[in-house]
Structures are given as structure tokens and as C-alpha cells.
């Protein structure tokens, strides 16, 4: 593994979207998970790097660069989603320890923000983001693929496995924090049976969890020849039935009817809804309401 620091010229991006969040935070680029599918790996080509997973490069001075932009007077308090390319809470970060400076100005500006993450280092952090969590939102949740540590080990390597990942979400659930489980991506023919999603959406209850959020794999440019030759080294019989499956970016329309048929079952089943929109809302409607309350 290869660390590199560098400069940037500011801590959080614009984005086009605004909801459910309109700023991303990344402090860094590349990331050790190895994950199979990861959407991400096109984000190394500006630098003209190709090894995503080995080279990380570590935003050296991007503790400073946020504070300027959260002091301004023209910051709004936004939502910020915290590594929405590469995870926060990577092995890196175990050696660099930004994650908590960057946590103690977001409770200095009253931030609100979404982490997710395959790790559970974030526990780390426990007593930061709880008080953060207590004077505005905060969503924590964890990507989780799969309840078969065979297969979770072949497509994310350098994630902690996925028992550790609800633990840690059971922790949070303790705090004010929104708590969701990411099931993304479903991978077809490998992670969408209905035993897999049954198996994600017991722990998920068990776990006291606020939201599922599904979604199905999307494949293009460097991710797409990445995770083709996975599947030829690791899964050579699923090889043909997901390139005829995938003969564009996304899975065929009939495909993710069928999918979402069964995923939608097992919500109702387990009474978790599928937005993180829902307990934001309801974040924001009890903030209001107190503030109506103080003027009865």
C-alpha cells in the first residue's frame, strides 16, 4: 500500500443534486477496500493513476480547507455526504486520524451530514458523532452487501465482514443519528436470493435499523472490465449469464420488476422503509416543531 499526501484547493464539492444532500466531502482519494463493483475507480484517471486500491492519496491539509468554507458567511448549513467516492473510514485512516478534527468542526458549525462506510472504525468516533448527532442530523450507515462471508470476501476484501458492519449500526442506533443499511449493489445471480435479502433484512430489524436503501449494480467504464474479469476468474459460470444480462450499463427493466417485487416484500415484512429521506423529514418537521414551541 502506497499513502501520498496532496493539496486541495477546497474540502467540499458542489453537487448538481440537492436532495437528499447537496455537498460531498472525500478526505480521500483511492480506496483500500478492493470492492469488486466499485463505481468509484474512474475518479483515479485525472491523476493518471490506474491502481484505485494501492495508491491512496491522503488530502493532507483538508481539515483547514473545510474550515474556511464552513466559517463563510455564505455557508447554509447544507447537508454534506461524507466520502461519497472513497470511504472514510478506510484502513488509512487508522494512520492519519482525520476523521475527528473534521467531525469537531461540524459540530463548531452546526453541519449536518450522512456517513457511510464498510468499516467499523467509525466506532472510534462514537462519543463525536453522538454530540454531533444531538444538535442536527446525522445519518450513519453501512454498506452491506451480503450475509455469505464466502462471497463478501471475494467482492469487497479489505471490508470488514458483515456481522461487524451491523454491530456497529446497532451501536449508533443508541444515538440521535438516522441509522440505514445501503444494500447496494444487489448483484445479480450472486446476491439477490431471497435468502441473502431475507437473511439482510432480519439483521437490519434486529439492529434497530431506520432505513434499507436497495439498489442494483451499474456497470461502465473501468468498473465494468474490472468486474467482468472477477467474474471470469471467480465465478467463470456466471460469466455468460451476466454479460448477456448486462449488455448495457444497467439490468433490463423485467429483471428489476422481479427483483424489487421480492425486495419490497421483505420491507413490508419488516416494516423498514426504502428512502433515508423519511427520518430526515422527520428530523426537520420536530426541529420545526420545537421552534414553534418556543414562541407558544
Not at 435499523?209 to 468498473?223: A, K, M, Q
Amino acid at each position: 500500500m502506497e499513502y501520498k499526501e496532496i493539496k486541495c484547493a477546497t474540502a467540499l464539492n458542489k453537487l448538481k443534486r440537492k436532495i437528499p444532500y447537496s455537498w460531498d466531502l472525500n478526505i480521500y482519494r483511492g480506496c483500500e477496500h478492493g470492492c469488486t463493483y466499485c463505481y468509484a475507480m474512474y475518479s483515479h484517471n485525472y491523476l493518471d493513476k490506474e491502481d484505485f486500491f494501492q495508491e491512496i492519496h491522503v488530502k493532507s491539509n483538508v481539515v483547514e480547507a473545510l474550515e474556511k468554507q464552513l466559517s463563510s458567511s455564505s455557508w447554509k448549513q447544507e447537508v454534506v455526504n461524507l466520502g461519497g467516492v472513497t470511504d472514510s473510514y478506510q484502513p488509512a485512516e487508522s494512520i492519519y486520524r482525520i476523521m475527528p478534527d473534521i467531525l469537531k468542526l461540524f459540530i463548531k458549525y452546526k453541519t449536518p451530514c450522512i456517513i457511510s462506510t464498510k468499516s467499523d472504525l467509525v466506532l472510534r468516533d462514537y462519543d463525536l458523532i453522538d454530540e454531533l448527532s444531538r444538535i442536527t442530523y446525522v445519518n450513519i450507515a453501512a454498506t452491506i452487501t451480503t450475509m455469505d462471508e464466502t462471497i463478501r470476501k471475494k467482492i469487497e476484501p479489505q471490508g470488514v465482514d458483515s456481522l461487524k458492519r451491523f454491530a456497529m449500526l446497532k451501536a449508533f442506533s443508541k444515538t440521535n443519528a438516522s441509522i440505514g443499511l445501503h444494500f447496494m449493489p444487489i448483484i445479480p445471480y450472486l446476491t439477490d436470493s431471497f435468502e441473502n435479502v431475507d437473511a439482510l433484512y432480519s439483521h437490519a430489524k434486529e439492529s434497530n435499523i431506520s432505513y434499507v436503501l436497495p439498489g442494483t449494480l451499474y456497470l461502465r467504464g473501468t468498473t465494468r472490465t474490472f468486474f467482468f474479469n472477477f467474474i471470469r476468474k471467480d465465478y467463470p459460470n456466471l460469466y455468460e449469464p451476466l454479460k448477456l444480462l448486462y449488455q448495457t450499463g444497467g439490468a433490463p427493466k423485467e429483471y428489476k420488476n422481479e427483483l424489487y417485487k421480492m425486495v419490497n416484500s421483505l420491507r413490508d415484512k419488516y416494516a423498514l422503509p426504502s428512502s433515508y429521506m423519511a427520518p430526515l423529514k422527520e428530523k426537520l418537521k420536530k426541529e420545526e416543531y420545537t421552534q414553534l414551541s418556543l414562541f407558544d
